[in-house]
């Protein structure tokens, strides 16, 4: 029997096509969970791996810290206000004290000035070495945690040294740092200047930290496995980063150079000679790396402040019950985490009439919905953790 | 002693014997690399690891970590399925002891020595693949689920560079019986490896994946899913997916030993020594190959799903053919 | 100045064996040269010293405190529950003026509510009140967090010298 031409083609070209029915499945990441930084939800509707909407949910820390902030005095708001970003503790008080201090007019001695600026280069470091630690952990690597965390201790070990706490420092006074215990008696005075011993531990501490980075660096910068998972994913392109707020190393790894510690002079950088990391492509690489460059930038300025110390008074000639005039004020300031400002307005009472506190990972997490579209799980975490937030920054 | 030998002559009581011996040694070589890793990546993350438990050392961290899984209490999630809930540890346990078997450790120290012995010893590994999948279903937890689905994509996955590594070496040897490939490497003078380079370094590879231990712990990913498929499994039942996954590092890594390292012989070791030195050796050489994962584990973090799967498809069974047709070049023409 | 973070050339492969070479050589060290690679202490057998202003626990010396309240007033968690009590005390020469001191009744620093801000021994101005820097005091339940007066007066004893300043 001869096979008909025709049937032979007709046959030859049929295909059979099924799809496949995956149904969506809704995935709630959170607000229990090992990576989210804090109590942070996500809910992810994803198909089989790959998310195609993720919403988060925030709130779940709220404290309450404008609303307190209303019942307290400035002392008392700066000791509160620390446990905002509590990775970085001493770099919360500065741009409140600072606010505070437009308001009365008072000039803040240049000593006081250089220890709130080390201080606050610590705090940077610290908050830098814990994303160092933490972030590879999230990607699996369970070694440079142990690593960073190592150095983390000797730069905590100076906050200790100095103002009593490692995490909250409660250190800033209006009008300079905390002169003395006892203030008022005149028995005993102590004054609470940089112990002694300070500087030669600093330079150790920060000799040893610039080693670890580059440990650090030669364990997870170059390896493929790394490479493969951050390279490439969660791009952030500039125009999106400026337009959602993005603040920080995000968006200096998105290629702005753009640094509050160049552009405002609530503390004074102008003094000291460093250099701002800034990425090529926006992604998590880049976020990754430009927060490795920030910490030897740190440690450059600390060295550089060390060397060039005043000597003077810890606390300019304030009234002991300060009492703020009438007013209201922004100030910025470069947190570890990004851009974080306080606006204080101020009806002459001892403490704030109204403080607005402007987070660095609020707006850090609002381009979550946008740049999770499309991705796989693991990447989701990827992206997240590279992001760098802390809920308590978020939440307030 | 000639009662006892005329005793362990009859089968059953030999019989008996051997499944004593092999049932004792899974709990005892869980515990020696479980310990040996926490000292091992602690002292890799420069500090000490267990210290207290049983004097200065922590030798006896694990059997209290033993102790403390048994009395913990059998806690089954409401949606979970209970009988194949319950079943997965068992299987999983039961192919890590299946490989045991077949593992040479001196010229007729073999529990069983089957002529198909390779063979059967990575059809008994396959059978985890079930088990890990059975967990991740059961449990009646999205994590879970997608702990499963991911393992069984990659178990599958890396069962065909694993099967195709080992075949090199079999070649060579002319016998699929492990004691025959560790005699055939005896009478040639040296041990595979050299040769069979690329299946080594293929079948460790594949090693790594199949016992879903960082780089490829994307079933597990503790950062992301919380444990993946053992998320809800608590008590003695996480004990037997703790034991299955050391005791089967050592059974893996015995397996790669046999086939490329040399097994129980070393160059320039008397043959009346051997019977005695074999379990030794074997032992060491395992050790090495065990510490290498150790180590691999602590330094790296993990593939994604797709990079995972884009490694074996691509990369590991190409390589693996390739070295298929060298040596069977080499044999025919040589 | 700018620096950028700029892709580095190496070799495939490479990454990996520099991150094994940093493992295995951590290990080794802290094997042969735990004393000075080694991280970790072994607490509780050895215990590290904390620097002499580290805020650990808040000691009062009953002798000095006035009941002025103002450490009460200014805590920021309202964590000190003061108590006293008008008293009078013998002239210091006969036919003079009776003295009224207050006296403390109850001086209690609740530990679960405290923030070891400090506010409380910096505003004190009759310097009754002292950090000392004392941390091992965990309780199983959560009222013997409530330090009483004895109790408070006890640390007093752990409260070191004043560091000395840097040049």
Same mark, same amino acid.
């Given at each position: 029997m001869v096979l008909d031409q025709d049937l032979v083609r007709h046959l030859s070209e049929a295909s059979v096509s099924v799809e496949l029915e995956t149904p969506e499945m809704t995935l709630n990441i959170g607000p229990q969970h090992p990576s989210t930084h804090g109590v942070l939800r996500l809910v992810a509707r994803v198909d089989g791996e790959r998310a195609f909407d993720v919403q988060p949910v925030i709130g779940y820390m709220h404290r309450g810290y404008e609303k307190i902030s209303e019942v307290r005095t400035y002392p008392q708001v700066t000791t509160l206000v620390n446990r905002i970003d509590w990775v970085s503790g001493y770099a919360n008080e500065?741009?409140?004290?600072?606010?505070?201090?437009?308001?009365?007019?008072?000039?803040?001695?240049?000593?006081?000035?250089?220890? =709130?600026?080390?201080?606050?280069?610590?705090?940077?470091?610290?908050?830098?070495?814990?994303?160092?630690?933490?972030?590879?952990?999230?990607?699996?690597?369970?070694?440079?945690?142990?690593?960073?965390?190592?150095?983390?201790? =000797?730069?905590?070990?100076?906050?200790?040294?100095?103002?009593?706490?490692?995490?909250?420092?409660?250190?800033?006074?209006?009008?300079?740092?905390?002169?003395?215990?006892?203030?008022?008696?005149?028995?005993?005075?102590?004054?609470?200047?940089?112990?002694?011993?300070?500087?030669?531990?600093? =330079?150790?501490?920060?000799?040893?930290?610039?080693?670890?980075?580059?440990?650090?660096?030669?364990?997870?910068?170059?390896?493929?496995?790394?490479?493969?998972?951050?390279?490439?994913?969660?791009?952030?392109?500039?125009?999106?980063?400026?337009?959602?707020?993005?603040?920080?190393?995000?968006?200096?790894?998105?290629?702005?150079?753009?640094?509050? =510690?160049?552009?405002?002079?609530?503390?004074?950088y102008h003094l000291f000679d460093f250099?701002?990391?800034?990425?090529?492509?926006?992604?998590?690489?880049?976020?990754?790396?430009?927060?490795?460059?920030?910490?030897?930038?740190?440690?450059?300025?600390?060295?550089?402040?060390?060397?060039?110390?005043?000597?003077?008074?810890?606390?300019?000639?304030?009234?002991k019950i300060i009492k703020v005039p009438l007013g209201e004020t922004y100030v910025r300031a470069e947190n570890p985490k990004g851009e974080m400002g306080y606006y204080l307005v101020s009806n002459g009472n001892q403490g704030p009439y109204r403080l607005k506190i402007r987070t660095a990972s609020f707006s850090n997490i609002s381009i979550l919905p946008w740049i999770l579209e499309g991705v796989l799980i693991p990447d989701i975490i990827a992206i997240m953790g590279s992001l760098d937030f802390v809920l308590g920054d978020v939440d307030r | 002693m000639s009662f006892l030998t005329e005793l362990f002559s009859n089968f059953w009581v030999s019989l008996v014997g051997k499944l004593l011996i092999v049932a004792l040694m899974i709990p005892l070589v869980g515990m020696v690399i479980g310990f040996a890793e926490i000292k091992l990546s602690a002292k890799m993350q420069a500090r000490m690891g267990p210290y207290f438990a049983g004097g200065r050392w922590g030798w006896a961290q694990l059997i209290a970590d033993g102790v403390k899984f048994f009395q913990k209490e059998d806690l089954i999630p409401d949606q979970a399925d209970r009988p194949v809930f319950k079943l997965a540890p068992v299987l999983v346990l039961v192919s890590t002891v299946g490989l045991l078997v077949v593992i040479p450790f001196g010229p007729d120290l073999i529990f069983r020595d089957l002529s198909v012995g390779i063979f059967y010893a990575l059809a008994i590994s396959s059978l985890s693949t079930v088990g890990v999948l059975m967990a991740g279903w059961s449990s009646g937890n999205k994590y879970s689920l997608m702990g499963g689905l991911r393992a069984a994509g990659q178990l599958i996955a890396y069962e065909l560079p694993l099967v195709l590594a080992v075949i090199g070496s079999v070649m060579l040897a002319g016998t699929m019986s492990m004691s025959g490939i560790v005699e055939a490497q005896i009478a040639a003078g040296y041990p595979y490896v050299i040769l069979q380079f690329l299946g080594f370094g293929i079948f460790m590879i594949a090693a790594l994946a199949e016992l879903s231990r960082i780089p490829f712990d994307m079933p597990i990913a503790e950062s992301e899913l919380v444990m993946g498929y053992l998320t809800e499994y608590s008590g003695f039942r996480f004990l037997f997916f703790f034991l299955a996954e050391f005791a089967n590092m050592f059974s893996l890594s015995a397996i790669a030993v046999t086939l490329f390292l040399g097994g129980y012989w070393l160059?320039?070791?008397?043959?009346?020594?051997?019977?005695?030195?074999?379990?030794?050796?074997?032992?060491?050489?395992?050790?090495?190959?065990?510490?290498?994962?150790?180590?691999?584990?602590?330094?790296?973090?993990?593939?994604?799903?797709?990079?995972?799967?884009?490694?074996?498809?691509?990369?590991?069974?190409?390589?693996?053919?390739?070295?298929?047709l060298i040596t069977g070049a080499f044999k025919v023409y040589l | 100045m700018t620096t950028k973070t700029t892709e580095r050339r190496v070799l495939p492969g490479m990454g990996m064996v520099k991150g094994l070479w940093v493992t295995i050589y951590t290990m080794f060290r802290t094997i042969f040269r735990p004393g000075k690679y080694l991280a970790t202490i072994n607490y509780p057998v050895v215990k590290e010293t904390p620097v002499a202003r580290a805020r650990g626990v808040i000691a009062l010396d009953q002798e000095a405190c006035t009941v002025c309240m103002l450490c009460a007033r200014q805590c920021p968690d309202w964590c000190i529950y003061i108590e006293g009590h008008k008293e009078e005390k013998e002239p210091d020469k006969p036919g003079g003026r009776i003295k009224v001191r207050n006296t403390l009744d109850r001086f209690d620093i609740d530990y679960a509510l405290c923030m070891y801000c400090g506010i409380c021994v910096?505003?004190?101005?009759?310097?009754?009140?002292?950090?000392?820097?004392?941390?091992?005091?965990?309780?199983?339940?959560?009222g013997d967090m409530l330090h009483d007066m004895d109790r408070l007066q006890g640390w007093l004893a752990t409260v070191p010298p004043d560091p000395e300043l840097e040049k």
């Open positions: 500065v741009p409140f004290i600072v606010a505070a201090e437009k308001l009365l007019g008072v000039e803040v001695p240049e000593r006081a000035q250089f220890i =709130r600026l080390i201080l606050t280069e610590m705090a940077r470091i610290s908050s830098h070495l814990i994303f160092m630690a933490s972030y590879p952990l999230e990607l699996g690597a369970a070694t440079p945690l142990f690593f960073a965390l190592r150095e983390r201790e =000797r730069v905590l070990d100076l906050l200790e040294g100095v103002t009593g706490g490692r995490f909250h420092p409660n250190f800033n006074r209006i009008g300079g740092v905390k002169p003395a215990y006892g203030s008022g008696s005149a028995t005993r005075k102590v004054i609470q200047d940089l112990p002694a011993g300070f500087f030669a531990e600093t =330079r150790v501490a920060m000799d040893k930290v610039l080693y670890a980075v580059d440990e650090l660096d030669a364990l997870v910068a170059d390896n493929e496995i790394i490479v493969a998972r951050t390279k490439g994913v969660g791009i952030l392109p500039p125009d999106v980063a400026a337009s959602f707020g993005v603040s920080g190393p995000n968006l200096r790894a998105s290629g702005v150079k753009f640094d509050l =510690r160049k552009v405002e002079d609530y503390l004074p250099e701002i990391p800034v990425g090529e492509n926006g992604d998590c690489w880049d976020r990754w790396h430009v927060r490795l460059l920030e910490i030897r930038q740190s440690v450059r300025i600390v060295q550089q402040a060390i060397d060039g110390i005043p000597s003077g008074p810890l606390q300019a000639k304030v009234p | 160059p320039g070791i008397p043959e009346s020594v051997l019977p005695y030195a074999g379990p030794v050796i074997l032992l060491a050489k395992t050790f090495l190959l065990v510490f290498a994962m150790i180590w691999f584990r602590w330094t790296f973090p993990r593939f994604r799903e797709d990079q995972l799967q884009s490694l074996a498809w691509r990369w590991l069974i190409p390589i693996a053919l390739a070295n298929i | 910096e505003v004190c101005p009759f310097d009754a009140l002292f950090w000392s820097p004392e941390y091992e005091y965990s309780e199983t339940q959560m």
